[in-house]
């Protein structure tokens, strides 16, 4: 297991669109966003891009990131490298998002992310519904429900 200092925080910046960009396409390949994607969160005025980049060993191997607006918080993606999950890396980001942020903090989150939903809660989010059909699986006739929830 890592040491919660082990990795190194950084606050993105649209320079690490790219990295993002990687790190969600391994983690979600049935819909990969692409650096111009992530780019396009910095055009929007409605609210304020906040996040980091975990570095391990100067390797990209996770980041979250959230659009915060006046009373609200959203969290766009969060994604930690399949071979590093299960190390802490997740908690250190969210842990970093939760100090830095002292408004409501929304996300979604499929309902078969059994992993992730527990982490959540551990945090202190709580499920307010589940959103029917939100995930679109590529390629597939079929999508998966979300769970909206709150901290």
Not at 69 to 89: C, E, K, M, Y
Request: aromatic share 12%; with cysteine; net charge negative.
């Amino acid at each position: 297991m890592l040491n919660k200092n082990l990795c190194e925080l950084i606050k993105i910046k649209k320079d690490h669109c790219e990295s993002m960009s990687f790190i969600h396409a391994q983690c979600f390949p049935y819909d990969i966003w692409s650096k111009q994607t992530f780019e396009g969160f910095y055009l929007d005025v409605y609210g304020d891009i906040i996040g980091w980049l975990a570095n391990y060993e100067d390797e990209s191997v996770g980041f979250i990131l959230a659009k915060q607006a006046v009373d609200t918080a959203d969290i766009l993606s969060f994604a930690v490298l399949p071979n590093f999950q299960g190390r802490g890396i997740g908690r250190q980001l969210l842990d970093q998002l939760i100090k830095n942020i002292e408004i409501p903090i929304f996300l979604e989150v499929s309902v078969e992310n059994k992993l992730a939903i527990h982490l959540y809660q551990s945090m202190g989010f709580e499920i307010m519904t589940t959103r029917r059909n939100y995930y679109d699986k590529l390629g597939s006739q079929s999508s998966k429900d979300a769970y909206l929830m709150r901290l």
